[in-house]
Structure formats: C-alpha cells, structure tokens
C-alpha cells in the first residue's frame, strides 16, 4: 500500500512538516518581522538543499538542471515562494490570518482546476469528492462567529492571490521538474524566490533592519528549525508528491496544516480546542482516508 501511494503520503508529509515551520516561523515573526523570516528561511534552505544534494548527487548546486527546468522552476520559485507569499502576507494585515486561511483553502481545488487545463490530469470521482469533504473540513475547523461575512475586496484579492501562488507553483513545478531531483528542484525555487526578496529588500532599503536580525539568537533558532520543516524537507517532499500524483490530490493533502496544527498551537502559545476544530479534523481525515482507499 505504501508504494502504490508513495505520493499521498509524501502530501501527508508535507503537511506535517508545514505545521512545524509555521509554529517556528510564527515564533521568529514576532521578534524580527515576516520580510526578514522569508528572506533568512529561504538562504537557509539554499544551504540545507545544497548540503544534502553534495552527498546524494555529488553536486552542491544543481548546475545539470536544463534551460527548460530552470525557467519553469525558476518561474514556480517566484510565482510560489515569493508572490504567493507576499499577498499572504499582506491579506493578514487586512483581513486577520483565520480569515485568510479561509480563502486559502480554496488552494487544492484551483490546484486541480489548473491541473486539468494546463497538465491535462483527470481525477476520478472518489478523488474529487474526497478533495471537497476535506477542504469542508479544513472550514469547519478554521471559520468562527466572529469572522466578518463582508470580507473587504482588497483582503479577498490578497488571499485569493496567495491562494492561486501556491496552486500556480506546484503546477509549474511539475511542469519544470518533470524526473528530475525533487531536492535539487526545490533548490532552484529557493533561489528565485531568495532573489526576488533580495530585490524588495533593497527597494524597501531594509537590509539594515535585515543585518539586526542576523543578531537575534532565538529568532535565529526558530528560523533554522522552520527551514528545516518547511522550505527544505516540506517543499521538496511536495515535489516528490506532486511527481507521484495528481497536483490536486497532493495539494488536498499538503493543505491539513490547520487540522495538524491544532493540538501543537494549543500547547505552544496556550489556545483552547474547540469542539468545530474536533469535527472539522474528524470531516477532513474522513475525505484524506478515501484517497488511499
């Protein structure tokens, strides 16, 4: 059963390693903003992905990577890694995180939608039903009350753009990897998408403020660990996912940090369980179980 789904449960993987990075990324955040985070993130998963690829393939960089991989991952890389991020970010200063979520969860379903055009993939009933009960679940766990019903349009388009960054990055990706190193791939994504903070850093004339948070230990050490989970084993898990299934399912699959995260937030930063986030994971782990059925 492990081998037939290999990449379902790379997706699994991928979320699991999700909820860790964004625990520690949250954690740093506070102390030296998100702009340093993403920046400092992606140089340290350069390094991680160089360091790994050097004993796997014997090359520290991935110079074997074509003209064609470079400019579909260099391409994904910039779209995922920074646009997607950037408007997520952004969302969260005009329409709250929870909010945002919301509309992120739309990501596995554009991912699919996407797939179809551009990759020409088909899913079959059972896994388009099981895409739609687990992303109802994923909104069942995150929604509340207190969510206001009229999202201010310009937050709606940030999380939307999120939303479609990370569906058009994994889309990309599979275009642009093809059989080719899901590590050293994700290597190149880090680098367009270090590149391209690199150039709003110096637009912004932060690399001061960048420089100070090089200084900050414990900052550091959350950044290091979230590097880890995140754009180092997370993102290149993803790559193997989405080399051994469908961009849709693997992006269902890749979306259950909100379910994962509950019981770690919880402890980390003290957060009652409600009892919709218990029916939620419940929903969703239902709609993830009916892809490896």
């Known amino acids: 059963m492990f081998q037939s789904h290999i990449g379902e449960f790379a997706g699994l993987g991928v979320s699991v390693c999700w909820t860790m990075s964004a625990l520690f990324f949250e954690k740093a955040g506070h102390k030296i903003g998100s702009l340093s985070v993403n920046f400092i993130r992606l140089l340290f998963a350069i390094v991680f992905l160089g360091i790994t690829t050097f004993f796997s393939r014997g090359l520290f960089f991935p110079t074997d990577a074509t003209a064609y991989q470079w400019f579909w991952l ?32 739309l990501a596995p379903m554009l991912t699919a ?49 999120g939303s479609l960054g990370q569906a058009v990055g994994l889309i990309l990706s599979k275009k642009g990897m093809g059989h080719y190193d899901p590590v050293a791939a994700t290597q190149i994504r880090a680098v367009f998408g270090l590149v391209s903070f690199g150039v ?77 986030q218990i029916i939620g994971a419940i929903i969703t782990i239902g709609g993830a179980t009916m892809f490896f059925l």
């Not at 200063?93 to 509309?103: F, P, Q």
């Open 200 to 276: 709003l850093i110096t637009a912004l004339g932060r690399w001061n403020k960048l420089g100070q948070a090089f200084t900050h230990t414990s900052a550091l050490k959350s950044v290091t660990v979230g590097a880890f989970f995140g754009p180092f084993v997370g993102v290149a898990l993803g790559l193997f996912a989405i080399q051994h299934t469908k961009t849709g399912i693997a992006s269902t699959l890749m979306a259950l940090v909100p379910i994962f995260i509950i019981v770690p937030s919880a402890i980390m930063f003290k957060e009652k369980i409600k009892p919709q």
């Open 74 to 105: 260099g391409l994904s890389g910039f779209i995922g890694f920074f646009l997607g991020d950037m408007f997520l970010f952004q969302s969260y200063m005009v329409i709250g995180s929870r909010t945002a979520a919301l509309i992120m969860s």
């Open 113 to 161: 939608v996407i797939g179809w055009f551009f990759l020409n993939e088909t899913l079959s009933p059972k896994s388009i039903i099981a895409i739609v009960v687990s992303v109802s679940g994923i909104i069942i766990a995150i929604s509340n009350r207190k969510m206001k019903l009229n999202i201010p349009f310009k937050g709606f388009l940030l999380a939307f753009g």
